[in-house]
């Protein structure tokens, strides 16, 4: 009787390895697809952006610091670069502000009210709405009732409104993590609430807030349908020197190229990708070994 139990016992545990085995090989298996896909469509990229530099005529600086034209020998990315330098520094300043703020009111003071289950529920939600909804939102309420303008400033605000749940979500996490001993441990030495929160649980949970913010960030940047709709401009032959100016961004600016039928300027969207992924390669690299120093502060 043992027996047979015992040799059940062991046939069960060998399928259960066999279907493990099987789930860790398909998910092995995936990602090498998809490094692979990845690979592939780097390598397109790269070496279209390395046809148009062997052009007559072009040069790096004249990518980085000439405005666009009608010959792609002579087009610049100059004002898409400051345009998306604008609107980016204004969709981060604007999502971390506001959506930490409100991960901390959610955490640490509503206390599971109603208002703030539904306030939960709909930022959910939100996560999941189309980017060219908040280009809708964007121009209904910024341009036109704000009377913002089609500018960088409406368009940073536009973009900090499609991040600003994941921001929220991925700081809730953050703040979530923090083990409750160590507001205990605040509120023992007779600390308020704030200062808690400032002092301890915040310094804890930051890296974790930036890593959602790298995230968030990294899908803003590319993000093209909301500022279309919205009304930036697709050739600006000027940088904008004000959140209040007309703008582009690489994006549009890689698009427009892109749409024309001339293979030189194919090549050209190319070396716009290529710096589109240099700025946001430097961008996040910034904030992670900013998330790093705070993570190594607070081991030491």
Same mark, same amino acid.
């Given at each position: ?46 070496? =279209? ?6 052009l007559d005529g072009t040069s790096i600086k004249t990518l980085l610091t000439e405005i666009p034209s009608s010959k792609a020998v002579n087009s610049g990315l100059f004002p898409a670069i400051v345009g998306t330098l604008w609107v980016m520094g ?17 955490? =640490? ?192």
């Open positions: 009787m043992a027996a047979g139990i015992d040799g059940n016992y062991n046939q069960r545990l060998a399928h259960r390895k066999r279907r493990a085995s099987l789930f860790y090989g398909v998910c092995v298996a995936a990602v090498i697809l998809a490094l692979l896909m990845l690979v592939a469509l780097l390598y397109s990229v790269i070496s =279209e952006a390395v046809a148009w530099l062997n204004i969709c981060v300043f604007v999502s971390f502000t506001v959506g930490v703020s409100a991960a901390i009111y959610l955490e =640490e003071y509503s206390g599971g009210s109603r208002l703030a289950e539904l306030i939960q529920i709909n930022i959910q939600n939100l996560a999941a709405v189309p980017s060219i909804v908040y280009g809708i939102l964007g121009l209904s309420i910024f341009v036109v009732l704000f009377s913002m303008g089609k500018s960088t400033l409406a368009a940073g605000l536009t973009l900090a409104l499609l991040i600003m749940p994941v921001v929220i979500v991925s700081s809730q996490e953050a703040i979530k993590a923090v083990p409750s001993s160590i507001r205990e441990g605040g509120f023992a030495l007779g600390g308020t609430r704030w200062q808690v929160i400032q002092r301890l649980v915040l310094p804890q949970a930051m890296p974790g807030i930036l890593t959602g913010i790298i995230l968030a960030v990294s899908r803003a940047m590319g993000e093209a349908a909301p500022l279309v709709i919205m009304g930036a401009l697709s050739f600006v032959p000027f940088a904008p020197a004000s959140p209040l100016d007309r703008f582009t961004v690489l994006p549009i600016q890689i698009y427009v190229w892109i749409s024309k039928p001339q293979e030189e300027f194919h090549h050209l969207a190319a070396a716009g990708i290529v710096v589109l992924l240099i700025m946001l390669l430097g961008m996040n690299a910034f904030a992670i070994i900013l998330r790093n120093r705070l993570q190594k502060n607070l081991r030491g």
